[in-house]
């Protein structure tokens, strides 16, 4: 099983990259970066993996909105160049305040604009050109618009959990990217739904990479350093409960709050926890918030995960 890490977006490059150096080492494939409103994803990838040979990027994931895929393309086409082939490119549909307050534009027909991003760019990524007129995009390519070393195409994945996300990302997506689905609402919900979508569409069954919260610490029924963490989870996961994309996930994992799929404790709980994620149908796990606890407990979490990886 790939197992990997995202990581932060707070510190400087140099001290990025020797966090992803420092993941490579401890047995983990990947590294993957958020994309907000501070660092290009994309270049960041790139300069990662191309510091950190061996170790696959990934972007998870850069909302379409406000972007169109002649640059989106550019950027992971070169990021793909710049790592020898080691490069993931993950979109997302954003959400409708951050969408609105930062660039100004309404969060309209999101499903639509997935549908005519991802049709618009999949030639680009596997040809360099494309000419897709749309109700909400127009994409051509009056000069050529290939990579050289983008090679091979650059997978897609896209941050899907909804019905009708899950649909598109199964017709025109290499996979998905779920956040907080905790192993119920995989194993009944999206990998059944992306994977049905995928099969009319004659496509392979798509990658199921699951990003999910975690660190390992003591006993999470015992220590109050678990607890301490536990608190610190749900401080900083409430942040998600206020967009209605992961309300239905989060209670259709059969929890209350995020920070109930936070994977907290020992490594033998933390390795149960990786364990369902894979029987629900992940193909590939990313532990994300793993400095939510001390820089000791960071360390124990990246050697369990790098264990699990080659074991």
């Given at each position: 099983?790939?197992?990997?890490?995202?990581?932060?977006?707070?510190?400087?490059?140099?001290?990025?990259?020797?966090?992803?150096?420092?993941?490579?080492?401890?047995g983990?494939?990947?590294?993957?970066?958020?994309?907000?409103?501070?660092?290009?994803?994309?270049?960041?990838?790139?300069?990662?993996?191309?510091?950190?040979?061996?170790?696959?990027?990934g972007?998870?994931?850069?909302?379409?909105?406000?972007?169109?895929?002649?640059?989106?393309?550019?950027?992971?086409?070169?990021?793909?160049?710049?790592?020898?082939?080691?490069?993931?490119?993950?979109?997302?549909?954003?959400?409708?305040?951050?969408?609105?307050?930062?660039?100004?534009?309404?969060?309209?027909?999101?499903?639509?604009?997935?549908?005519?991003?991802?049709?618009?760019?999949?030639?680009?990524?596997?040809?360099?050109?494309?000419?897709?007129?749309?109700?909400?995009?127009?994409?051509?390519t009056?000069?050529?618009?290939?990579?050289?070393?983008?090679e091979?195409?650059?997978?897609?994945?896209?941050?899907?959990?909804?019905?009708?996300?899950?649909?598109?990302?199964?017709?025109?997506?290499?996979?998905?990217?779920p956040?907080?689905?905790?192993?119920?609402?995989?194993?009944?919900?999206?990998?059944?739904?992306?994977?049905?979508?995928?099969?009319?569409?004659?496509?392979?069954?798509?990658?199921?990479?699951?990003?999910?919260?975690?660190?390992?610490?003591?006993?999470?029924?015992?220590?109050?350093?678990?607890?301490?963490?536990?608190?610190?989870?749900?401080?900083?996961?409430?942040?998600?409960?206020?967009?209605?994309?992961?309300?239905?996930?989060?209670?259709?994992?059969?929890?209350?709050?995020a920070?109930?799929?936070?994977?907290?404790?020992?490594?033998?709980?933390?390795?149960?926890?990786?364990?369902?994620?894979?029987?629900a149908?992940?193909?590939?796990?990313?532990?994300?918030?793993?400095?939510?606890?001390?820089?000791?407990?960071?360390?124990?979490?990246?050697?369990?995960?790098?264990?699990?990886?080659?074991?």
């Amino acid at each position: 099983m790939t197992i990997g890490a995202a990581l932060p977006l707070h510190n400087g490059i140099d001290a990025t990259v020797q966090l992803a150096r420092e993941a490579h080492e401890a047995g983990l494939r990947s590294a993957w970066f958020g994309q907000t409103f501070t660092y290009d994803s994309p270049s960041l990838a790139a300069i990662v993996g191309r510091e950190v040979p061996g170790l696959h990027v990934g972007t998870a994931a850069i909302p379409v909105f406000g972007r169109h895929p002649l640059i989106v393309s550019s950027q992971a086409q070169t990021a793909q160049a710049a790592t020898a082939g080691r490069y993931h490119l993950g979109l997302a549909l954003g959400t409708k305040q951050l969408t609105e307050a930062g660039f100004g534009i309404p969060h309209d027909r999101p499903i639509r604009l997935l549908r005519e991003f991802l049709t618009a760019l999949r030639p680009l990524l596997e040809t360099g050109s494309t000419d897709f007129r749309g109700e909400l995009l127009s994409a051509g390519t009056p000069l050529p618009a290939a990579v050289p070393g983008a090679e091979p195409p650059v997978p897609v994945l896209v941050a899907a959990m909804g019905p009708q996300a899950l649909r598109v990302s199964g017709e025109l997506a290499d996979g998905i990217l779920p956040y907080l689905a905790g192993p119920r609402a995989l194993a009944e919900h999206i990998v059944p739904a992306v994977n049905a979508a995928a099969e009319a569409a004659g496509r392979p069954a798509p990658r199921i990479v699951a990003f999910v919260p975690g660190v390992v610490t003591a006993d999470a029924d015992a220590d109050a350093d678990a607890d301490a963490v536990r608190r610190t989870a749900t401080d900083s996961l409430a942040f998600y409960e206020r967009f209605p994309s992961y309300q239905p996930v989060i209670e259709l994992s059969g929890a209350t709050r995020a920070a109930d799929l936070a994977l907290i404790g020992d490594e033998e709980t933390v390795a149960a926890g990786v364990r369902r994620y894979r029987e629900a149908g992940a193909k590939e796990v990313v532990f994300t918030a793993t400095d939510l606890g001390s820089e000791a407990d960071r360390h124990r979490t990246w050697k369990l995960l790098g264990e699990l990886a080659t074991g």
